[in-house]
């Protein structure tokens, strides 16, 4: 009864957190003790369903099997085991929001464990493995898996209540802080759809008058009490909300906070108004906040660079002949040579030399690109107007590619002098530079999206500039070859957009 004065002493009346307080408070489970144990009885499952398949089938019908063929199912039993259960994470199963979700289990479960067997499967056949098993054995283990891993979830979803969630799945939390930062993260953790947290209250050290709760949580005290109130009622995580300007308190926050047992947090919301926090590592003994992350890195990295290595050798081998052709229809049609160079904006703004068909007569070519090309423009040949409608003149770039200086996929490079509207790009726009964080492309999002041709509006510029800062953030091999699959047909539907 001690317990439960206390918290009431703080929040008279509140339900919610008298239902949780009693002669010892209930510590909340770990969501990465309970998936991780879930994720244990899933391999287990697996495992078990290959050992019961295998005392089944040799066992009671009397299948002969020596110990080196019981020795090689086991060995197939745990590499199963492992890939399930990395796919299933992969999936997001053992999120504990998921794993309340019997339908969604369900069916999850039945698709990665066809993606298991049909995985395996493949390695033996590959492998010219398939002799060395029992048919029999396999089957039986297909089922029986698939059965156990089933009625694993429908135990699950029993055990998943709302009421034992509430009970063991829920951390407890106070909040430390005021003003809008307390305001903005009690919001932002009232709109989560988990219930995965219970907020106890507020307490704020300031002296001045001030509410008595905020956002429907109540304020029950000061710093002082909040150590009273931990070392009675059971709270698993404290959470600072202070700006970036509140130094001292969190120095003073701290000293206090280490006398009792709770994990401490400190709001990221309030730094982020300031500065995009992306992550946290450690630089030596350091902590250190992530706050720009440059794109294309790693693996990315080495994935963007096959992939322009590889398909840009392999469209130039392809399309060899076309612009072979195309050379010669402009040697024929004007005088001059067949190439054009423009100096462009490339990665990290460094002005690169683009290659192009040239399309216009030589007398009258823009070096610079401060001119916008217009509709009917008398500077184009004849030829060159067929290129530029269906983008031919930039074939060439294939090789600005293969030279590393280009991409196939990414925002379009341009003219170092090129304007939105009558300013230039940098100067009319806000975060135009941007873009230049990856290597520009022979083809873009905002190509295939209508933003192609004349930019004769700050409107036009800005959707381009928003299409191209999506893709740098969005990027993946699979939303190029998006792209690239989509890029022909878009250039046919848009062709009176370029001239």
């Known amino acids: 009864m001690a317990d439960t004065q206390v918290i009431r002493r703080f929040s008279p009346g509140m339900e919610s957190i008298s239902a949780y307080s009693g002669a010892r408070q209930r510590a909340s489970l770990s969501a990465d003790v309970v998936t991780g144990l879930i994720k244990a009885v899933d391999f287990c499952l697996v495992v078990a369903a290959a050992i019961s398949a295998f005392v089944f089938y040799f066992g009671v019908l009397g299948e002969n099997s020596s110990t080196g063929d019981a020795r090689r199912y086991g060995l197939t039993a745990l590499l199963a085991a492992t890939v399930f259960v990395a796919g299933f994470e992969r999936l997001g199963g053992y999120q504990i929001k998921r794993l309340a979700q019997l339908r969604w289990q369900v069916s999850r479960v039945a698709m990665m464990w066809g993606i298991t067997v049909s995985a395996l499967l493949f390695v033996s056949f590959v492998g010219k493995l398939s002799g060395d098993y029992s048919r029999g054995w396999a089957v039986g283990w297909m ?9 694993g979830r429908g135990l699950l979803s029993l055990a998943m209540t709302p009421g034992v969630r509430r009970r063991f799945l829920t951390r407890k939390i106070a909040i430390i802080g005021s003003g809008e930062s307390c305001e903005e993260l009690i919001a932002e ?3 989560s759809e988990h219930e995965s947290f219970l907020i106890h209250g507020i307490f704020d050290d300031r002296g001045a008058p001030r509410a008595s709760a905020v956002r429907g949580v109540r304020l029950l005290g000061n710093t002082d009490e909040l150590l009273d109130f931990i070392r009675h009622a ?23 906070l280490t006398q009792v047992a709770v994990d401490v947090r400190l709001a990221a919301a309030p730094f982020a108004a300031e500065f995009p926090i992306r992550g946290i590592s450690h630089l030596g003994s350091s902590s250190l906040f992530h706050i720009i992350d440059r794109p294309l890195k790693n693996w990315n990295a080495v994935t963007k660079f096959i992939e322009d290595r590889v398909l840009g050798s392999l469209f130039i081998v392809i399309l060899a002949p076309l612009m072979a052709v195309i050379a010669l229809l402009i040697k024929l ?10 100096e462009r904006f490339g990665y990290n703004s460094k002005v690169i030399r683009v290659i192009k068909f040239r399309t216009m007569h030589v007398d009258r070519c823009d070096i610079s690109g401060a001119q916008r090309t217009i509709r009917n423009d008398p500077r184009v040949t004849r030829i060159g107007r067929i290129l530029r409608a269906l983008s031919l003149d930039e074939l060439p770039q294939l090789f600005n590619v293969l030279r590393g200086e280009m991409s196939l ?82 250039m046919l539907l848009t062709r009176d957009q370029a001239y």
């Not at 049609?333 to 423009?342: C, H, M, R, T």
């Open 143 to 151: 089922a029986i898996g698939l059965a156990t891993l089933m009625c």
């Open 189 to 191: 953790l009232q709109q």
């Open 234 to 256: 059971h709270v698993d995580e404290v959470i600072l909300a202070f700006p970036p300007t509140a130094g001292q308190r969190l120095n003073m926050l701290f000293d206090k």
């Open 333 to 342: 049609d004007s005088k001059g040579p067949v190439f054009f160079i423009q």
């Open 409 to 490: 996929v990414g925002p379009r490079p341009h003219a170092i002098t090129m304007k939105a509207g009558d300013r230039l790009y940098h100067e009319a726009i806000d975060r135009y530079l941007n873009r230049h964080r990856v290597k520009p492309g022979m083809t873009g999002w905002a190509q295939i999206n209508g933003f192609r041709g004349e930019v004769d509006t700050i409107e036009k510029a800005r959707g381009r500039l928003a299409h191209d800062l999506h893709y740098i953030k969005s990027w993946s091999i699979w939303f190029d070859l998006k792209i690239l699959a989509l890029t022909l047909p878009k």
